[in-house]
């Protein structure tokens, strides 16, 4: 395998492994409001909901630095340094 495919590869798979993040982070969210028909959390539902929503959207801001690495490197040539 060439040096271009390995980075193309790695950097592949760098969007997949953040883009299965946003999908079990967005499960879970769903799931956790999902669990309040009435409207009303229970005591610590309001935590809970946080605690997801930030973790949605940490996986978010993953995904799209991800997709940005790969952007980077495919229409620039923008080897990522790490």
């Known amino acids: 395998m060439s040096h ?3 980075i193309r590869s790695a ?3 760098d969007l997949l492994e ?3 993040l ?6 879970e969210f769903k799931s956790i409001i999902g669990d309040i028909p009435s409207g009303l959390p229970h005591p610590d539902g309001a935590q809970r909901i946080q605690n997801s929503s930030r973790k949605l959207a940490a996986a978010l801001r ?3 630095r991800a997709h940005n690495r790969l952007d980077d490197y495919l229409s620039r040539g923008i080897v990522p340094q790490d």
């Open 22 to 27: 946003v999908e079990t982070a967005s499960i």
């Open 18 to 20: 953040a883009t299965l």
């Open 11 to 13: 950097l592949n798979h």
């Open 62 to 64: 993953q995904r799209e």
């Open 4 to 6: 271009h495919q390995d």
